[in-house]
């Protein structure tokens, strides 16, 4: 199994800019597939980015063109970099993982709502909080 851990959230003012950090830790060869998702206070979650193992991301459509994921350290982490934060935005932010035979026999592209389907890992989350 993968161990996930979140870091880099806190708290700005709307227009400011995060980056979001997922270490992920444990042994799965073969391709992977990583994403964030995020959940509002009183709100279910919701999918935002994923990216494959070639560095193909998906975004959801309410953070593209402001998030952009990628790759770090060797596929050792995998980093979310929020600019224009608004309002909308603050919510616990959970990073997602799936591996090895689990990704590669999912029939589908690595995208945030393909990785829930998959048997995945979750780390802890990280909160982000943006004020007006």
């Known amino acids: 199994q993968i161990h996930l851990a979140e870091s880099g959230g806190g708290s700005v003012q709307a227009g400011e800019s995060l980056k979001l950090s997922c270490v992920a830790s444990?042994?799965?060869?073969?391709?992977?597939?990583m994403g964030w998702f995020r959940q509002p206070p009183g709100n279910q979650r919701e999918g935002i980015a994923a990216?494959?193992?070639?560095?193909?991301?998906s975004y959801a459509e309410s953070v593209k063109g402001r998030f952009a994921i990628s790759q770090d350290d060797a596929q050792r982490s995998v980093d979310l970099q929020m600019n224009s934060l608004k309002p909308d935005d603050t919510a616990m932010y959970y990073c997602?993982?799936?591996?090895?035979?689990?990704?590669?026999?999912?029939?589908?592209?690595?995208?945030?709502?393909?990785?829930?389907?998959?048997?995945?890992?979750w780390g802890q989350g990280t909160q982000v909080t943006v004020s007006a």
């Open positions: 997602a993982a799936a591996a090895g035979l689990a990704y590669q026999a999912y029939p589908g592209p690595c995208t945030p709502e393909n990785l829930v389907l998959m048997r995945n890992s």
């Open positions: 444990g042994s799965a060869s073969g391709r992977y597939c």
């Open positions: 990216i494959d193992t070639d560095g193909s991301a």
